[in-house]
């Protein structure tokens, strides 16, 4: 179906590093949603083993941010009943709407969890957007919205591993100084792989069941991937035209010297799954 139009910054206390704000990613992707997708990669086949393992036979399903629908092609090929997309940003909806085009889909645009959402899900899931919304009453909306038993799954792709056997975003990371990053990130460490913090989120919030896991996928990029991964980021997104293109271009010019043009990519995906 169509998407159906609805009406349409705070940092992380534990991070001294200049944030977006919160409201900075309902927008940042839909510039260009072909860039974006292209430059994204998808999420471990085990993840989704997990996520469906104590799931119902079709299962309803709310995704929150589903962006280009990288998650969502993998979940109707697990064969649900239903999926609704809760996304803010209408270009992107519009996008995986075209592209998908499935009659159990359906959509709302509108930021969670201040959209009007109706019925109830055996899982609700958000990848890679949830550092964009306010945990506490995003979490709260959440546990209303599932059914006895139903699953909450949250995980991100981190990219650059500074200090964890990743020398590529060793040798970016001095680039990002000055650079305000997402709630979600700092110089050294993507917040998803801070399981002390998650899980005590998540029992704050009245989850009754947290479970962690943490998946690894080493590959290698030539400097174009590099630089159209880099550019397909929020943080690079909002910087001016001149500054986005001179750090693109110094950005290019560290992975052809100090890698020949090919450097080796880590991407830990941190995910977790809890239970209302």
Known sequence: MAPREEDRGMA????????????????????????????????????????????PDKPDILEIGAGTGLVTEEFLRRDPRSILIVEPDAALARFTADRLADPRLDFLVAPFPDVQVDGHFDLIACAAAFHWMEPAPALKRVRQLLRPSGIWAVWWNSYRNAGRGDPLADAISPLLDGVALPPSDTIDRHYSLDEEFHRKLLLDAGFSYVEHHCYRTERELTTAQVVKLFASYSYIRALSADRRERFLGSLADLVDRQFGGLAPNLILTSMYLARG
């Open 12 to 55: 992380d206390p534990r991070v001294p590093h200049a944030q977006l704000s919160r409201e900075a990613g309902r927008f940042a992707f839909g510039t260009d949603a072909v860039g974006y997708h292209q430059a994204r990669t998808g999420y471990p086949p085990e993840l989704y083993d997990h996520v469906f393992v104590d799931l």
